[in-house]
């Protein structure tokens, strides 16, 4: 090498010690309010999704407002599109955060999720766009997830993930009924006033008392080190699919089964509170009850159908009972019935953590990344291409919003629907019934799913791609891959 080649690489050794300077202080105690714990990224997590929660029914709204005609078809292509930037995204974040570090990261994640917020008083259009951009970096449960993984072992790595996804579930219980309320006593501008200060606040605990998960001894090494297409490439996780039957057959459970799922979540409260005439209080509540269902159904139920039924019929099972509720809010065309349906949906909520736990057990050691990676890229896929594909299916069958909302009366009702209108509509829901049939061809090709093998794939490039950036594409544990109910998403 030679002199000036040493200077100038020098030179580079400085600047690079120079910005750890800048995030790790004297003596390379992380900045932040004492050690990394778990405990800071469940109170990133609840604030960011607190913030959003509060903005669920002023969305609504404002999404009807904005996009009077076709309002289920542009409401499908904004979260499809910023599902979709989060899929092609969440892979090169995830192995950046590796070398750059996890709190810089989180702040950014952060920070241009939340950015739409005020937005939407400000300009609705903007609002829109804005959020469709942010599905580049709607990734915070990714980082999170990393975060915690930097700071827990093995062991302990499942419990806290599940701690993350608790809060995360606790977050949308309580938010969406304090919007609603604030907003009929106080007006929605109050409400975003509100999401706007706690989304701040997240942010500025972030940058004051979140400090660096990354060990100090995996820094030196990683700073400045090259990110390869490999780390980066989203798709990277869906390559390995056709390499064992087996495994085929679970991705194409999952696919089929989280297509219309991801679908749901992103349409369905706007199709309580258009079509079905819910107010925003009943939406909230509704939200709450789902929410809290399913968090008995995804720990208690799901440990005893485990433990009595053994853990394929325990993925047959939740399956039949998403096919049941989905059926149901297709058909449905009374406020009771959706509440039935949103009890049997709470159950149809246990099949993803079971499918995980049978890949957990019948993965051997070091083919636990490459498995649950494939079916981590796929859920990632289907939130892109749900949310459009919902959209689409209510815009052939011309289900739109054809009135605008009223004053809604002390009852709980006051909003004129295109569905009172239409009394003799035969399908009030046909996507839903669309995700049906496609539940039950996930369920005819999880009954191919043998109890209990032997996964074997071919992972040596694998294992390096996983190494750099294992979250949230490698979980290191049985049971570490359960992800929260609703990913990464404003509603």
């Known amino acids: 090498m030679t002199q000036g080649g040493k200077k100038k690489k020098r030179a580079v050794n400085r600047s690079i010690m120079l910005a750890k300077k800048i995030i790790i202080k004297d003596g390379g105690t992380p900045q932040g309010i004492g050690s990394p714990s778990v405990y800071h990224a469940v109170i990133v997590i609840f604030l960011e999704f607190f913030a959003w929660g509060l903005l669920t029914a002023p969305t609504l709204v404002v999404l009807h407002e904005t996009f009077p005609k076709h309002t289920f078809l542009m409401n499908g292509l904004i979260q499809g599109v910023k599902g979709l930037l989060s899929f092609l995204s969440a892979p090169l974040i995830g192995a950046l955060s590796d070398v750059w570090g996890r709190k810089s990261f989180l702040l950014l994640t952060v920070f241009f999720t939340c950015a739409p917020i005020p937005l939407m008083k400000i300009s609705p259009w903007w609002y829109f766009a804005v959020i469709s951009v942010s599905g580049v970096f709607a990734v915070t449960f990714s980082v999170v997830f990393a975060y915690v993984a930097d700071i827990t072992q093995e062991h302990e790595r499942s419990m806290a993930y599940g701690l993350v996804s608790a809060t995360f579930a606790a977050s949308l219980v309580t938010s969406p009924a304090i919007g609603a309320y ?211 299916i209510f815009y052939i069958f011309h289900v739109e919003l054809n009135e605008l909302p009223m004053p809604e009366s002390p009852s709980g009702g006051g909003v004129v629907t295109q569905y009172q209108l239409q009394q003799n509509s035969i399908i009030p829901g046909p996507p839903f019934l669309f995700g049906a049939c496609s539940v039950l061809l996930a369920l005819l090709v999880a009954l191919f799913i043998p109890e209990h093998t032997n996964l074997n794939i071919r992972s040596s490039n694998w294992k390096k791609h996983c190494g750099s950036h294992g979250h949230p594409h490698s979980p290191q544990a049985p049971g570490e891959a359960k992800e929260p109910l609703l990913q990464d998403t404003n509603v």
């Open 182 to 392: 604030l907003g009929r006593v106080y007006g929605d501008s109050l409400v975003v006033v509100l999401a706007t200060a706690i989304a701040l606040l997240d942010i500025c605990f972030i940058l004051v008392a979140v400090p660096e998960s990354l060990p100090e001894k995996m820094r030196p090494a990683s700073w400045g080190a090259p990110i390869s297409w490999e780390q980066a490439d989203p798709f990277a996780s869906l390559k390995k699919v056709g390499q064992d039957s087996i495994v085929l057959l679970i991705c194409i459970t999952v696919f089929l089964s989280y297509l219309p799922e991801a679908g749901q979540y992103s349409s369905f409260f706007l199709y309580l509170r258009q079509i079905m005439g819910f107010s925003s209080e009943s939406v909230a509540a509704f939200i709450a009850v789902l929410g809290i269902l399913s968090i008995i159904a995804q720990t208690i139920v799901l440990s005893l159908l485990m433990r009595s039924i053994g853990n394929k019929n325990t993925i047959l099972l939740g399956l039949g009972f998403q096919i049941l509720q989905l059926a149901w809010y297709g058909f449905g065309s009374e406020p009771w019935m959706m509440w039935a349906a949103g009890a049997v949906a709470a159950m149809s909520s246990i099949t993803f953590p079971a499918v995980s736990a049978l890949v957990s057990r019948t993965a051997d050691a070091d083919q636990q990344g490459v498995v649950q990676g494939m079916i981590t890229g796929i859920r990632g896929l289907c939130n892109g291409l749900g949310p459009a594909l919902y959209g689409f």
